[in-house]
């Protein structure tokens, strides 16, 4: 990636598909180059935690709401301590932004950071061609990076693919911390890192819980070295059959009571002994619908994920850790959204329940794990 100056409104820019499909309008953020896997997300909203977020390292996202930046950035919403997307194409970027927490545009935001966008270009084209076409490489180029269709392309095609990227240890912490229960402290949790963002374990303290957040790297032995009442698999980016299970078989088999979401689903569903796939276009945004299979209530879900378990839907699995079952389902497609173990105290969920940016429907996950925590204490 090569950066120089902000360039909304002002410089040339182009995108370019793996496929040969190219848009083109104006710099947005910062002027130069840049890859990554071309992905949507839904949400009205949100934008700054979804920059934020590290599962979208690597990745180029396409908004498809028109009007992107009207609220700003402020001091308080990031998901992490930095922008995470690759590249960023939004159609109708605000050219003021209104809003009383705000500090800065998201346009010198992303130039501040060097993250090279695009604007102008008809998203709700680009949305449809992902759709039909499937997420795929991209390249935004503009100012000087700009050169003959042909060459861009060609370059383009040259970028790493998503499909076999292990990137969980390029997002994660390296050193360990700790996020104290808010009010009285009543358990212990082991988080792995996988790219882990800030409200999940401040959901998880305002709980009473006293959150250890270990490096992807973490040992089974540095895992046990907090004495956990249970273990969290966090979200995170890339291809999870790249992902070294040695540490979540240690929790099954000790039966520590554990709790996965969004790529912390998918190792749980691996160590399991089912298998992953990469989806067409996979899930991004704030408006997923998903069912609680347990309780049949339907729930509107935050999703960032390009893989998924491939589990049966309707019959009971029998894995090396007792009998599993599919626990949740998205009802757009019937894409596996949560597993969950019969004969023991774990479960998981591909989707968000910290609701940042929104919704608040899985928010009860939490306590559910907590429930678990309580049941193997007593």
């Given amino acids: 990636m090569t950066i120089s100056t902000r360039g909304a409104g002002k410089a040339p820019a182009v995108l370019v598909l793996e496929d040969g499909r190219i848009f083109r309008g104006r710099a947005y953020g910062a002027v130069g180059e840049t890859f990554g896997e071309a992905v949507f997300n839904t949400g009205m909203t949100g934008y700054q935690e979804t920059l934020t977020d590290p599962s979208y390292h690597r990745q180029v996202v396409v908004m498809t709401a028109p009007h992107v930046g009207n609220t700003g950035v402020n001091d308080d919403d990031d998901e992490s301590?930095?922008?995470?997307?690759?590249?960023?194409?939004?159609?109708?970027?605000?050219?003021?932004?209104?809003?009383?927490?705000?500090?800065?545009?998201?346009?010198?935001?992303?130039?501040?950071?060097?993250?090279?966008?695009?604007?102008?270009?008809?998203?709700?084209?680009?949305?449809?061609?992902?759709?039909?076409?499937?997420?795929?490489?991209?390249?935004?180029?503009?100012?000087?990076?700009?050169?003959?269709?042909?060459?861009?392309?060609?370059?383009?095609?040259?970028?790493p693919e998503m499909k076999g990227a292990d990137l969980s240890a390029e997002v994660a912490t390296t050193e360990t911390y700790v996020v104290p229960a808010i009010?009285?402290?009543?358990?212990?949790?082991?988080?792995?890192?996988?790219?882990?963002?800030?409200?999940?374990?401040?959901?998880?303290?305002?709980?009473?819980?006293?959150?250890?957040?270990?490096?992807?790297?973490?040992?089974?032995?540095?895992?046990?070295?907090?004495?956990?009442?249970?273990?969290?698999?966090?979200?995170?980016?890339?291809?999870?059959?790249?992902?070294?299970?040695?540490?979540?078989?240690?929790?099954?088999?000790?039966?520590?009571?554990?709790?996965?979401?969004?790529?912390?689903?998918?190792?749980?569903?691996?160590?399991?002994?089912?298998?992953?796939?990469?989806?067409?276009?996979?899930?991004?945004?704030?408006?997923q619908p998903v069912q609680d299979r347990t309780t049949g209530k339907v729930e509107v879900t935050a999703h960032n994920h390009g893989f998924a378990v491939e589990a049966p839907l309707d019959t009971v699995s029998d894995t090396p850790y007792g009998r599993a079952e599919v626990s949740h389902v998205c009802l757009n497609d019937n894409v596996v959204e949560g597993l969950q173990l019969l004969d023991q105290p774990a479960f998981s969920v591909q989707y968000h329940p910290e609701a940042a940016?929104?919704?608040?429907?899985?928010?009860?996950?939490?306590?559910?794990?907590?429930?678990?925590?309580?049941?193997?204490?007593?």
């Fill in 81 to 159: 301590k930095r922008i995470w997307v690759a590249g960023y194409v939004v159609r109708d970027p605000a050219r003021i932004p209104s809003n009383w927490r705000s500090r800065r545009s998201l346009d010198d935001e992303l130039t501040a950071q060097g993250v090279v966008g695009i604007s102008g270009i008809d998203t709700r084209a680009l949305t449809r061609h992902l759709r039909e076409r499937g997420a795929m490489r991209v390249g935004i180029f503009s100012g000087e990076a700009l050169a003959d269709d042909a060459a861009l392309l060609t370059r383009v095609q040259q970028a």
């Fill in 183 to 287: 009010g009285e402290k009543k358990f212990t949790v082991a988080a792995l890192d996988l790219g882990i963002k800030g409200m999940t374990p401040h959901r998880m303290a305002e709980r009473g819980i006293e959150v250890h957040v270990l490096p992807a790297t973490a040992t089974a032995e540095q895992v046990y070295a907090v004495n956990p009442d249970g273990v969290f698999l966090s979200n995170g980016p890339g291809d999870p059959a790249t992902a070294d299970l040695t540490v979540i078989k240690a929790v099954l088999e000790r039966r520590t009571p554990l709790f996965g979401i969004c790529f912390g689903n998918q190792l749980l569903g691996r160590a399991l002994g089912f298998g992953t796939y990469k989806l067409k276009y996979g899930h991004r945004g704030i408006n």
């Fill in 357 to 378: 940016a929104g919704p608040h429907d899985a928010a009860y996950l939490f306590d559910r794990f907590v429930s678990l925590m309580e049941a193997e204490r007593a």
